[in-house]
């Protein structure tokens, strides 16, 4: 199995995965993570039955899952977008607690720059807050190579490690090796004498975290496997990780002379500080490139050893991603030649809602409504997904986004505190994700408030896959507490644009929560034919006299 | 040690006409040649009608990073014209510009088509190709993207062999005839240069 293949730096950690031995891959869609587990599912479900890939509700679930999978002593990976990490981190940060039993493996994929996110966080600050290793790869190759030694690593050290990449490696297409696949077999469920490793009551708890922190030095010793001293014959240095030792590495080829500078090349963490304290004896001054935080800069900042520069005094921008340019300017290195344009102003060209999605149709409906109960300026809270463009003209139809199933909490707050109408904006994956939570206490606080499902069957945004939610968004509705009459199921259509307002305008007056659940399939999803399968059988089923009853939604 | 070269392509385009899908043509075909080559793609909102942009580079020995500054740019291949134009400055002094002519104007402010092309033939070695009359002619709709890949060709050192197998294994899904087209296709835009221009 020795060959190349080529792939997307996030598909190779799939890969590497399913050739660890993984039992099971979970996660819940965002860009840029998504391919990661898209890939290892197709490779999973071509190979059998012996192993399970499945799309969580969210990260949290998707995280616990793995964490339940490793408790029976298999290999597991778990996928999610940086943000996500904050959804999964009650999980993460606690099974740095009880360790792992199989190999436990978290991809977390962040978005410097902000390409596809509401923000720049960094996840190895979130390694570092959970006393856990974090791996950092910056070429595709590596993205591979990590993986399989996160897993072993993993079980070396009884704990989670994270493989953290950023959206230009995640999306970056080129060739890589491949190992033997290993079978999914596994080392075991968690012995008895561990069983009370795993059961955080504060007893067990004390003890655990004083083993986490014991283990510490060990995984520094790890970590130093990964990392790289280069001498040099300059007295100016580089630190250098993940992206940044990428773009390092590639300078050194076009301007040789770089290779003069002492690097130091980081590739995982917890650091060790021998290995920092060797590097700034070398230096009198250090230029830091890293993604998102100045991480390594503060570290080596703080020894005093030598002037420590990059985000923190200006040396490199305080925001944004990395860029071959941006480590030209910091190094002094001129920029190149280049053509020029003549002049002429270039609109940009935004993205915007698919030709004839359903969404527009609701977003009208609901706009119209406002007017006529004489509101026509209401605030109305967002979401996250495809659905978000409306916060832009020519809708502008939300008026906050922030996270993850915040509209319909933003809506009950704004609402308990005075505003009327108030309505919340939300689509049926982002519903599942935990907009449900929101939703119950929507109807246990009496607040007046109005929330607008979008329903187009899919997670649209992140390229269609399926929604946890599938076929089930009002008997959720229902379950949770919102009076039947309250709850109205309509098509967004042009054509059925005057009964979607009517509908709309009575939720807009009615007391405690209304719902409206607006649903028409995905047009992306309709054309790629994505749930065809699921409705045929879906058809089948509710024309079943015996199984009807349980179908219907 | 001396300085290697390194060769950068920029695609350019908007969210759903294939500029992936190009990218990852070339990728393979710089490959098959024995050059190391890495893409870099963004994906998310930006494939909404967005613009898209996708970037290739290579070299004789292995690379690392997938982003080309301004001016690292030996090639920008664009299919909407006014994309083209937002990325001139990533070319080199001596880079070649190949982009389709038929605006996708969907937008607000776009500006008169004469002046985007205009501005466009103003760029030294420019190549701008009327793919929608290319289309009818060959009586295939979806002509445009290959037709410019061909003319882009003649200014890459991969052999055409190269190129026929690896647009052959692309399109082999979708069947013969489709394979067929798209390879007729790349060759009438191969063909809109004289020879003796190659890079």
Known sequence: ?553 | MSATRIHGIVLAGVGGQGILSMAQILLEALRRSGLHALQSEIHGMSQRGGSVQAQVCYADTPLTSPLIEEGGADLLIALEPLEALRYVSMLRISGHLVTAEDPVADMEGYPPLEDVHRALRAVRGAHLLDTESLARKLAHKQAGGMAILGLASRFLSVPEAIWREVIAQRFEPKGARIVEKNLEAFSAGRQLLPDGVEA
């Open chain 1, 1 to 553: 199995m020795n060959q190349s293949t080529l792939a997307l730096g996030v598909e190779a950690v799939g890969c590497a995965a399913f050739d660890a031995g993984i039992k099971g891959a979970f996660g819940y869609p965002g860009t840029p993570s998504t391919e990661g587990f898209e890939h290892v599912e197709a490779m999973i479900h071509a190979a059998g039955p012996d192993r399970v890939a499945q799309w969580a509700s969210n990260e949290k679930v998707a995280f616990d899952l793995a964490l339940g999978t490793s408790y029976t002593g298999h290999r597991a990976l778990v996928t999610m977008k940086h943000v996500g990490l904050n959804v999964a981190m009650d999980a993460y940060a606690n099974a740095a607690l009880t360790g792992v039993q199989g190999g436990l493996v978290v991809l977390v994929a962040d978005d410097p720059g902000m390409h596809s996110s509401q923000n720049e966080q960094d996840s190895r600050k979130l390694a570092e807050f959970a006393w856990l290793p974090c791996l950092e790869p910056s070429t595709v190759q590596e993205a591979y190579d990590f993986t399989i030694r996160a897993f072993a690593l993993s079980e070396a050290l009884q704990v989670p490690v994270m493989v953290r990449l950023v959206t230009r490696l995640a999306h970056c297409r080129a060739p890589f090796q491949r190992q033997e696949t290993l079978p999914p077999t596994g080392v075991g469920q968690v012995p008895g004498d561990r069983v009370q490793d795993w059961v955080l009551i504060p007893s067990n708890a004390r003890r655990r975290y004083v083993d986490l922190l014991a283990k510490q030095p060990r995984m520094r010793a790890a970590a130093a496997e990964f990392n790289r001293l280069v001498p040099g014959t300059a007295r100016r240095g580089v630190a250098a990780a993940g992206l940044g030792r990428a773009y390092f590495t590639q300078l050194i080829l076009e301007y040789p002379e770089l290779a003069a500078l002492p690097r130091l090349e980081v590739a995982a963490y917890p650091l060790d500080p021998a290995t920092e304290e060797a590097f700034l004896a070398q230096v009198d001054e250090v230029l830091v490139f890293e993604e998102d935080y100045p991480v390594l800069e503060e570290r080596l900042g703080v020894r005093g050893r030598a002037r420590v520069r990059g985000r923190l005094d200006g040396a490199v921008p305080r925001t944004g991603e990395l860029s071959p340019r941006v480590l030209k300017d910091a190094l002094g290195l001129a920029a190149l030649d280049h053509r020029t344009a003549p002049a002429l102003d270039l609109p940009v060209r935004a993205p915007r809602f698919c030709e004839g999605c359903g969404h527009v149709d609701a977003y009208e409906a609901v706009q119209e409504a406002l007017r006529a109960i004489g509101a026509p300026g209401a605030r109305v809270f967002g979401d996250i997904g495809c659905y978000t463009l409306a916060a832009q003209e020519p809708l502008s139809a939300i008026h906050g986004v922030v996270e993850m199933g915040a509209s319909i909490s933003l809506a009950v707050g704004a609402a308990l505190a005075g505003q009327k109408p108030a309505v919340a904006v939300i689509g049926d994956s982002t519903f599942a994700h935990s907009g449900l939570p929101a939703l119950l206490t929507a109807v246990e606080s009496g607040a007046d408030v109005t929330v607008v499902i979008l329903d187009n069957r899919v997670v649209g945004m992140t390229g269609q896959q399926p929604s946890q939610a599938l076929d089930q968004v009002e008997r959720l509705v229902l379950g949770l507490g919102v009076p039947a009459s309250q709850v109205q199921v309509l098509t967004p259509l042009p054509s059925k644009h005057a009964e979607n307002v009517a509908a709309t305008e009575a939720a807009l007056r009615a007391s405690g929560t209304s719902v409206l659940v607006f649903r028409r399939e995905c047009i992306q999803s309709l054309r790629r034919g994505v749930l065809k399968e699921h409705d045929r059988e879906l058809r089948e089923r509710q024309a079943c006299p015996t199984c009807a009853p349980e179908v219907q939604p």
